[in-house]
């Protein structure tokens, strides 16, 4: 069709005023940011190495969705301050439920059973009977992140199925039932059906949810947990090989960086939105960097994930304040790799030594994402503690002395039992 610019039914009445569809949207974006909150408080607590990373990549997918509908509220003639409330109380009692889930069924189903088929539905309805001429900029926008919600129900509920096939966790009923009571005692994610005035109590959320004080890893599908770098049991006996593998490893290790960085996420909800959506982001350029390793280390038949599972970034750091856990990666770590041999060196290793394209790939790019994270640590560390960078740089310092100390310590603990056993 060419008139209209190829935008059909042209002169239908829609569904939506102005006031309604702002009113509408922002249940969307408080719907997105909760799910944001969701995932970066629940992933490390959950073990499955998949919906470890599906939670991070889905965390990045959420904060860009509700960035868009931040940009398109208040263009419907509704003050940007409304973007910063909660639209609902029964929505808000959905989310602090739904962090309350206790075993990776749970989270997967309460999230990619239940609440995002909700949305995605939702969305389909309001791009089939809005205005299509007076809401094209809205359609834009959830054409894009309907898009991402098929493509994370259609991944997560066959993650469910895998979950549920290995018998090892309670039936997840009582939970997902609970929370599709709440979505239909709020009238609908939209709230186009008729609202309950018998309004549901809270079930698990009479307790605020606690980041865990250690990370976790499937203990079925993984080696036990550790604070040493342990490379591979199986790498290779000549130098240039024992430190491509050590390399490989020490990418597929950053989960616990991830780990990190949806804690701080998770509990400092005092900071503006682009911190939020900044640090989701950066949890999801360390699931990559973490997969760089993962698919590094499967492509020469590695098994991997029977080896220790490094947890220190998370482990070590996470009794400390957000801020001094921020700096500790942010400054100590990314801005420390921006040094002569640090990113570079490491990319220039596999260019021009190991002459390894894959891995030279991944370390082009990994440098990339690290000058933005150190970027992200000059920005939001001096907020996060209210001091100048030369304090913030201080603080990294003493930090990176005690976590290297706790760590140097637990590899030479693991190399003297190591060589006990040989
Ligand atoms: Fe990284
Ligand atoms: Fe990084």
């Not at 629940?42 to 599906?54: E, F, I, N, S, Y």
């Not at 990776?104 to 539905?121: H, M, N, S």
């Not at 801020?323 to 921006?338: C, N, P, R, T």
Request: hydrophobic share 35%; with cysteine.
């Amino acid at each position: 069709m060419i008139s209209y610019t190829g935008i059909h039914k042209p002169y239908d009445i829609g569904e939506y005023s102005v006031e309604r569809n702002a009113k509408v949207l922002q249940r969307y974006r408080f719907m997105h940011e909760g799910l944001l909150r969701v995932m970066a408080g629940q992933l490390p607590a959950r073990g499955d190495w998949d919906l470890k990373l599906g939670l991070c990549r889905h965390m990045y997918e959420n904060a860009e969705a509700a960035n868009a509908l931040r940009g398109r509220i208040p263009e419907l003639r509704t003050s940007s301050a409304v973007l910063g409330k909660e639209p609902d109380a029964v929505l808000s009692l959905l989310i602090d439920e739904l962090i309350h889930a206790e075993n990776d069924l749970e989270l997967t189903a309460g999230i990619y059973a239940v609440v995002k088929p909700a949305l995605l539905e939702t969305y389909r309805r309001h791009m089939a009977t809005t205005q299509q001429i007076v809401d094209q900029p809205t359609l834009r926008i959830l054409r894009t992140i309907v898009l991402d919600l098929e493509e994370q129900v259609t991944w997560g509920c066959e993650l469910q199925r895998m979950l549920e096939d290995s018998g090892v966790f309670p039936a997840h009923e009582p939970f997902t039932d609970r929370l599709r009571s709440y979505i239909a005692a709020a009238g609908g994610i939209d709230s186009s059906l008729p609202k309950t005035t018998e309004l549901p109590p809270r079930e698990r959320s009479t307790e605020p949810y606690r980041l865990p004080l250690r990370s976790v890893r499937d203990p079925r599908t993984m080696g036990p947990v550790t604070w040493a770098r342990t490379s591979m049991s199986n790498a290779p006996d000549d130098e240039m090989g024992r430190r491509v593998v050590a390399t490989m490893r020490v990418r597929q290790e950053e989960m616990t960086a991830c780990e990190l960085v949806s804690g701080v996420l998770y509990s400092q909800r005092q900071m503006p939105w682009s911190f939020h959506r900044d640090l989701a982001r950066h949890v999801w350029d360390e699931a990559r960097h973490a997969m760089f390793g993962q698919a590094a280390l499967e492509a020469e038949g590695y098994d991997w994930k029977k080896e220790p599972q490094y947890t220190s970034d998370y482990d070590v750091n996470e009794h400390k304040l957000p801020g001094a856990q921020y700096a500790w990666l942010s400054i100590g770590i990314e801005e420390g790799a921006m040094v002569s041999n640090g990113k570079k060196k490491e990319f220039e290793y596999f260019r021009d030594e190991a002459k390894h394209p894959l891995m030279q790939q991944f370390q082009d790019y990994d440098w990339a994402d690290e000058v933005v994270h150190a970027n992200l640590g000059r920005k939001w560390v001096p907020e996060l503690l209210e001091e100048e960078i030369a304090f913030v740089r201080e603080v990294a310092k003493k930090e990176l002395d005690h976590f290297w100390s706790e760590v140097n310590k637990a590899t030479e603990q693991w190399r003297a039992s190591k060589a006990g056993n040989e």
